[in-house]
């Protein structure tokens, strides 16, 4: 145990990290150690991590002298900002120039930071084509992700920027899974025309951060991960067979979409859209090949639609 690499993971409790804690427990190499950062080491889940074999440290990412702490003697780190508990891509910014100093503070040898495009750099923010939000992003949750990337580079952190995906489990989770049409059939409601879908089950973005901390040689690389590449119409049909039920996919203009009112619809709104209009760009960035490479255990739609359909609400 003394001598293994200590990765120290952010958001240990949520999707993406909990994922990469599993996967550093796992690993049959047995190079890493785990080190789970949550705000709250009492916590169920917490306390899970902690019964499987990880050490539990608590920080919190406002607060950079906790990092410092929960970074020290860590080999790498694994950083991720939380954009749907706040709304906002000023405080991700904020927070992940914390965990760049703080990495770099602790002398961290890997950092993945967790992030995603900054959408100006594909469109100006006077472009008609999407609203601009807040006053200076096109899709928010991205583009302070995509800003960032910049902070880690000028704190000097060897750093790999993992470009995630659309999580499947969002159908399950985040309410974009099927909903009742009325006519005894579901709608998959999604501005993608006939656009592919990168996504991938969040299990695949854990153990492909572990096959990244495998390999130093992606330091200062970009590396972008997905486990299939669906259009709305293939996303449906494979939840049809899955459920047993008619799921169509519904493409609806994106302004109808950001219209719809619920927090964030604007948000998604313009992502779908930034999407599907720079598709072969988003597509190409995500590439299956490399996923599977650092992920070898990567699982299709169907492999993922066969254990999770079940879990997926159809109300
Ligand atoms: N949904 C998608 O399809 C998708 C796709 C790509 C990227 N993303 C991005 O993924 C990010 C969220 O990652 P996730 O889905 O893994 O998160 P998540 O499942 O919501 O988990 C977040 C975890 O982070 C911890 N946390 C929250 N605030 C914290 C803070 N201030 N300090 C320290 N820990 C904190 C919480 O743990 P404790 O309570 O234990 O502290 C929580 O369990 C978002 O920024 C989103 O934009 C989402």
Redesign the pocket.
Known sequence: MADKKIIAV??A?????NGLVRAILADTSGQFAARA????PN?D??KALAAAGAEVVA????DEASLQRAFAGAYGAFC??????HFSAEKEVEEAGKMARAAKAAGVKHVIWST?EDTRRFMTLDDPRMPTLHGKYKVA?FDGKGEADQLFRDAGVPTTFLL????WE?FIY?GAGPKPAGDGTFALTMPMGDKKLPAIAVDDIGKAALGVFKRPDLIGKTVGIAGGHQTGAELAAGLSKALGVTVKYNDVPPDVYRGFGFPGADDMGNMYQFKRDFNDAYVKSRSLEMTRELNPELQSYEQWLAGHAKAIPLS
């Open positions: 952010i958001g409790t949520g999707a993406q990290g950062i949550t705000r709250n916590s889940k917490a920080a919190n990412v406002d991720v900002t939380f954009f749907w508990d995603l949750h995630t995906a659309f999580y969002n985040f």
